[in-house]
Nanobody, 125 residues
Framework: QVQLVESGGGLVQAGGSLRLSCAASGRTLAGYVMGWFRQAPGKTREFVAAIGWSGGTTYYADSVKGRFTISKDNAKNTVYLQMNSLKPVDTALFLC??????????????????WGQGTQVTVSS
């Protein structure tokens, strides 16, 4: 079993930056796909970014391309999401997820079998 714990959320003004972390424990993430999703009140869970742990290939939602960067630290078993040029529409609960089956459907929340509790990001205008 993999346990995921997110941190780094908070309140930031529009145009500001935050770096989210997702620390994994329980086993190594080799062979996994790690993803970040977000969910705003009253909205469905939305794909943000993903990274293949072994190869490092990254994927992004169009809405965050050029502003967000996903990365990983193998030694720390941790995934990061650097968020720049934040906008009020980015306000959401950000959740880290792990796909242990490398399903290839990195944008599909249903493909992930481990989830963290989330960290709140609020962007003020």
């Amino acid at each position: 079993q993999v346990q995921l714990v997110e941190s780094g959320g908070g309140l930031v003004q529009a145009g500001g930056s935050l770096r989210l972390s997702c620390a994994a424990s329980g086993r190594t993430l080799a062979g996994y796909v790690m993803g970040w999703f977000r969910q705003a009140p009253g909205k469905t869970r939305e794909f943000v970014a993903a990274i293949g742990w072994s190869g490092g290939t990254t994927y992004y939602a169009d809405s965050v391309k050029g502003r967000f960067t996903i990365s990983k630290d193998n030694a720390k078993n941790t995934v990061y999401l650097q968020m720049n040029s934040l906008k009020p529409v980015d306000t959401a609960l950000f959740l880290c997820a792990a796909d242990s089956n490398y399903s290839g459907s990195y944008y599909d929340a249903g493909a992930y079998d481990h989830w963290g509790q989330g960290t709140q990001v609020t962007v003020s205008s």
